[in-house]
């Protein structure tokens, strides 16, 4: 049996109680998006967009469908789906890419999400915080859902924890979607710190409009198989786009980032740096490509990755990707893969520091170019710890996170 066959049997069989859950809105595109899934099936590795990932062995085991409620925490700008105050029509499943297989397997097997309303003109001072936790007894697959929108001349700090601290196997798919009106300002991190048993899958899709600016981070920390897209389009001008990631890889533990940046418009820049630390058998990925519309003149873009092998077993697979087709432009991408510098390491031991703590350093310092990025100051000085504490050994699950505290 195919892995998809599975999943399109689950849905024959719990589409009833997901849709009783659910809400209307979700459940007026489910059955469209069941229908695109089953026709599609999941990707194989000959699809660009997933050439690094075997979409099909992650989903090959037997997972059991969590219909566990999402827990909102009191706050005054998250909702259930369900107690929305904004009429959500015109925003869900509206950005969100439905021929891809992950993004209509999570629009029809989700049955609650979250929404993140930031009104007009409000500047939210203290960080959006969302924990996700995986608890369970069995093996089990959860499906999420986040919508944010962001009004006119709004501006916000979201954060998005990942949590993993029991010894089960779980299959996470999670799809945001982020509408950023005129002049709205958004930074956006996301953080995994889960185990080596669970398989995360998370589709980011980011519309702008007019003089916009949205930062999404992405930091994986500790994962199993780890697979992040990240699509932006640019529809205003003025508008700005920073990605910015970092990724630990050690063990046999797999990291994939696959990011889209879409110039659709004049007078927009966009920026992009990721950087990976592999070590031991860790495999990792980068795909990035840049896009520039014929009418996107003047656009401005840089998109950089850097990364260390830590060992000689460890792999990292890079494809950085520019296709424009607008004749005033300026943009540029770059890619590395190196080992650790022997130069660096000698000059270190030769004023009495140990070589285990001297690679340590060395690691850490390379990841901390993408953790200065961090505005947030308290988040910052937290990761570096966390970063440091991942090098060292001393990270392996998350028991007592303190960057959602």
């Known amino acids: 049996m195919k892995s998809e066959q599975q999943y399109i049997e689950l849905y024959h069989e ?6 009783e859950r659910s809400c209307p809105v979700m459940n007026l595109v489910r059955d469209a998006a069941f229908e695109a899934f089953r026709q599609v099936g999941f990707p194989a ?5 997933y050439k690094y990932t075997d979409v099909n062995v992650a989903f090959a085991p037997n997972y059991g469908i969590s219909l566990s409620p999402l827990t909102v925490k009191p706050s005054a700008y998250i909702y259930n789906m369900k107690d929305a105050p904004i009429d959500v029509t015109p925003y ?8 891809d297989a992950i993004t209509a397997l999570n629009t029809a097997l989700v049955h609650d999400a979250l929404l993140v309303y930031v009104p007009k003109n409000t500047r939210v001072a203290d960080p959006i915080v969302v924990d996700n936790w995986l608890k369970g007894t069995a093996a089990t697959m959860m499906n999420r859902r986040i919508l944010v929108v962001m009004e006119q001349g709004s501006e916000a700090t979201l954060i998005i924890n990942d949590h993993a601290t029991d010894k089960q196997r779980f299959l996470v798919t999670q799809v945001m979607e982020v509408y950023c009106h005129d002049n709205a300002r958004l930074d956006l991190y996301e953080i995994e710190e889960t185990t080596p048993l669970c398989s995360r899958f998370s589709n980011v899709y980011i519309r702008e409009g007019r003089d916009c600016s949205v930062k999404h981070n992405s930091i994986t920390l500790f994962n199993g198989q780890t697979r992040n897209l990240c699509d932006v389009y640019l529809q205003g001008e003025n508008s700005e786009a920073t990605l910015n990631g970092c990724a630990i890889g050690s063990g046999s533990q797999r990291i994939d980032n696959n990011t889209l940046i879409r110039h659709e418009v004049a007078n927009c820049q966009s920026n992009e740096l990721y950087r990976y630390v592999v070590d031991d058998q860790s495999v990792g990925a980068f795909a990035g490509k840049i896009l520039v519309e014929k009418d996107a003149q003047n656009t401005i873009s840089q998109e950089t990755n850097a990364n260390l092998c830590a060992s000689p077993d460890g792999r990292m697979y890079t494809q950085p990707m520019l296709e424009i087709y607008a004749d005033d432009v300026k943009c540029a991408h770059g890619s590395t893969v190196g080992v650790m510098d022997e130069t660096a390491l000698f000059y270190m031991r030769q004023r009495g520091i140990p070589e285990a703590e001297a690679r340590t350093l060395l690691k850490n310092a390379f990841m901390g170019q993408v953790i200065d990025q961090i505005k947030n100051e308290s988040l910052r000085q937290r990761l570096y710890v966390k970063v440091e504490k991942r090098f060292r050994g001393e990270l392996d699950k998350c028991e007592d996170c303190r960057l959602c505290k």
């Open 14 to 19: 719990a589409s009833g109680v997901i849709k």
């Open 45 to 49: 590795k000959k699809v660009e967009r």
């Open 92 to 99: 869900y499943h509206q950005v969100a890419d439905g021929s």
